[in-house]
């Protein structure tokens, strides 16, 4: 057996414990009963324990020396690519702190979950004191004499960095608040109104999940806390939640995650339980969720759709006509939570979160200090006060699971999605029509052929470039915000 093809064979085994792990992780949001939370956690570290050490063994040094790069097509240099980078990665961290991470962030969930439900976020900064010492620790064995943060970030964005993203951001946000300031100067679409069963909420869903291409004989659809979609390949499961009043969070919820598990069910299946085998990085998975729920799920041609299914589902939505249930979709209105902003405002609450973790993975920010410096920031940038901390600090549960660094790659995600909406208008004739009778077999299958069935085959960036044709930049997507809210509020 060559090295290349043990590395392979050994890489296989330590994707399919990875894959193991990522189970325990979504039954702890789904259900575990609350009991056993310190118990998981111990569960979760010796899993993690026993990965580092995987992909931390000698062997896996010896079995890179060894392979020629130059030999391999360019399937296996890619998954050399990625194995020494991980590899890379991984030895500078030791294998007691990695275990400690996943022990810790295990019984965060539960603290956190805690915290929020009671308003209390001095109930949950111990833990996330600890955490944010945990990730510090962690990015300074990564990144040596460079931005911790840097080191962090490039853990979900490959090639990504603290002061590229900014660059971004500063070219993202005068524009966005311009736009926000103009759309708000303007009366406020009514919103659906009534009572909404939630079981027919998730009936909907459902349909709703199969009708974005979601297939459910390889998946399931749970209820959680916080939605996220989870796993790769034959098992890719999401979840989603409801509100008696709020039929939206719940449905756009379930097409924001179907984006990100139908990324995961699309790859080519020879990647399975390989580098290669799932989504190359996290911003090139949420341009995959948010092209599914906005530039497709919130278009006025689906919503032409969507409005008879919630009308046969729900009957009176409390709304006039179609014209008004496509503005309530799209309404622009003050609010405090991340996941149900508006496209408008959505990346001004990530600048938030980017600059606060940032500064407290540089420790400039402490813990002890973070619930004023949110609040301050938000009133800065939203023009009114946090109100409680579920919808403020204590709203997201990223943090609790240890993932700074993730926040920024959700604009980088809308960033790509508006450079994929571009490229997919040009390419697929009839698009609002295929979308106005439910059809997004030709949307959908244009992202599985430039995107989805790559898996990790091409760098993040790479991907985008070759799918669109042009060189990712923020102008697509500033220019399809421009006009559909121009017409939506007669700009």
């Not at 399919?16 to 992780?25: E, K, S, T």
């Not at 109100?387 to 240890?402: E, F, M, R, T, Y």
């Not at 790559?454 to 070759?466: C, D, F, K, N, T």
Request: charged residues 25%.
């Amino acid at each position: 057996m060559s090295a290349y093809d043990a590395l392979m064979t050994y890489q296989r085994q330590t994707e399919a414990l990875a894959q193991v792990a990522g189970r325990l992780g979504w039954d702890q949001e789904t259900m575990m009963p609350p009991g056993a939370a310190a118990q998981r956690g111990e569960e979760l570290g010796a899993m993690e324990e026993m990965l580092h050490a995987r992909r931390t063994a000698p062997e896996v040094g010896q079995w890179l020396a060894a392979v020629e790069d130059a030999t391999l097509d360019a399937v296996g240099q890619a998954q050399m690519r990625h194995i020494r980078r991980n590899y890379e990665r991984a030895v500078r961290v030791p294998g007691a702190l990695a275990a400690r991470i996943a022990r810790t962030t295990s019984v965060a969930f539960g603290t956190w979950a805690r915290a929020r439900e009671a308003e209390d976020f001095a109930a949950f900064a111990p833990v996330l004191a600890e955490i944010v010492a945990l990730r510090r620790e962690e990015a300074a064995h990564i990144a040596g004499e460079t931005d911790p943060y840097d080191a962090l970030l490039q853990g979900y964005e490959p090639g990504a960095t603290g002061d590229g993203v900014a660059a971004l951001f500063d070219d993202l946000r005068p524009g966005l608040v311009a736009l926000r300031a103009a759309v708000l100067d303007r009366p406020a679409p009514e919103p659906v109104s009534g009572s909404f069963d939630p079981a027919l909420q998730m009936a909907l869903s459902r349909r709703l999940a199969e009708v974005f291409g979601y297939d459910v004989t390889r998946g399931r659809i749970d209820k959680a806390v916080h939605p996220f979609s989870s796993g790769s390949g034959s098992d890719v499961r999401i979840t989603t939640r409801t509100a008696e009043d709020d039929p939206f969070n719940c449905l756009y919820s379930t097409i924001h995650e179907v984006g990100h598990a139908c990324y995961e069910q699309g790859i080519e299946a020879a990647y399975a339980l390989s580098p290669l085998g799932q989504g190359v990085s996290l911003g090139v998975h949420e341009s995959q969720s948010r092209i599914y729920e906005n530039q497709l799920g919130r278009s006025r041609a689906f919503c032409h759709w969507l409005y008879g299914q919630m009308r046969d589902a729900f009957g009176d939505l409390g709304v006039a006509d179609e014209k008004a249930f496509y503005k309530a979709v799209n309404r622009v209105q003050r609010g405090f939570i991340r996941t149900e902003a508006d496209e408008v405002q959505y990346n001004l609450h990530i600048m938030l979160r980017f600059d606060l973790e940032r500064d407290m993975a540089r420790g400039t920010l402490e813990v002890a200090d973070l619930e004023e410096a949110w609040n301050a920031r938000f009133a800065q940038d939203f023009g009114y006060s946090v109100d409680k901390p579920s919808n403020g600090v204590l709203q997201d549960v990223h943090w609790a699971a240890g993932l700074l660094g993730y926040f920024p790659t959700y604009a980088l995600g809308n960033v790509y999605a508006g450079c994929l909406y571009r490229a997919l208008q040009d390419d697929v004739a009839g698009l609002d029509d295929q979308l106005a009778q439910g059809d997004l077999s030709g949307a959908t299958s244009w992202l599985h052929a430039r995107v989805q069935r790559h898996g990790g085959l091409y760098e993040p960036r790479a991907v985008i470039e070759q799918a669109c044709g042009f060189t990712p930049s923020e102008a697509p997507l500033l220019a399809y915000l421009e006009q559909k809210f121009a017409d939506l509020y007669d700009l």
